[in-house]
């Protein structure tokens, strides 16, 4: 159980296009997902907290304009990067944690998406 | 969320225990210590996690000292699969589970044949 899809693996666009990201919890309903990008040799750096119906959380520094995300189900969230430049290219990861009362805040984590901007 | 410090890097024969320490000097009462781990070019993975008793699931065993100032997770019988980043993270648990997480920058794992 509690297993997390993130589609497409990988990815390779040219600058300037806009590139979508969807991380589907499988076998549970998530009110809160998580977004994440990863540095070579850098450890992960959350992006944004996304919840269901309303509008996703960003962290300091993180442009939501360029980074949209929606949540539009209990088991869906799509990160879209618009506007792609290399400076972009990164593995971006989602994570889903089980919501409701007596939940252990466990992040199930996808396999990531590695976006390269040409 | 209290800072948590692990070493960078740490080597462990195969088949051997893997003990891996975490400090975390200013937990508070009401934070939990979560460890995850993450294969090279995958997404991380859920290991265990506790308060103050020692836990111990399928994967591994988890350690926190009585004063819950550092915990240690115990990999039994380490194989050439555990070979990771192991990161350990303090982080507040509310009812609904919805906290985020601060990685840091883990400990980098080698299970050596």
């Known amino acids: 159980g509690a297993v997390v899809s993130q589609h497409p693996s990988r990815v390779i666009c040219k600058s300037g296009t806009s590139v979508k990201i969807e991380c589907r919890s499988l076998?549970?309903?998530?009110?809160?997902m998580f977004w994440y990008r990863q540095f070579p040799k850098q450890s992960l750096m959350l992006m944004a907290t996304?919840?269901?119906?309303?509008?996703?959380?960003?962290e300091q520094g993180v442009e939501k304009d360029k980074f949209l995300i929606n949540h539009a189900s209990l088991t869906l969230s799509t990160l879209t990067v618009t506007s792609a430049h290399p400076e972009d290219s990164s593995f971006y990861i989602c994570?889903?944690?089980?919501?409701?009362?007596?939940?252990?805040?466990?992040?199930?984590f996808g396999a990531g998406t590695r976006l390269s901007v040409l | 969320d209290a800072k948590t410090t692990q070493p960078t890097s740490m080597d462990c024969a195969e088949g051997r225990a893997a003990n891996l320490p975490c400090n975390h000097s200013?937990?508070?009462?009401?934070?939990?210590v979560y460890w995850y781990r993450q294969i090279h070019s995958q997404g991380p993975q859920y290991i265990i996690h506790?308060?103050?008793n020692n836990e111990t699931n399928e994967m591994a065993s988890l350690i926190i000292t009585e004063d819950r100032k550092s915990s240690t997770l115990i990999l039994p019988h380490a194989t050439l699969r555990d070979t990771a980043v192991y990161y350990c993270?303090?982080?507040?648990?509310?009812?609904?589970?919805?906290?985020?997480?601060?990685f840091g920058t883990g400990t980098r794992l080698t299970i050596i044949p």
């Open positions: 994570s889903a944690t089980p919501t409701g009362i007596g939940a252990k805040n466990i992040q199930y």
């Open positions: 076998d549970f309903q998530a009110t809160t």
């Open positions: 996304s919840n269901e119906g309303s509008k996703a959380t960003y």
């Open positions: 200013t937990i508070s009462g009401n934070e939990y």
């Open positions: 506790g308060l103050k």
């Open positions: 993270i303090a982080v507040w648990a509310s009812n609904f589970g919805n906290e985020k997480l601060t």
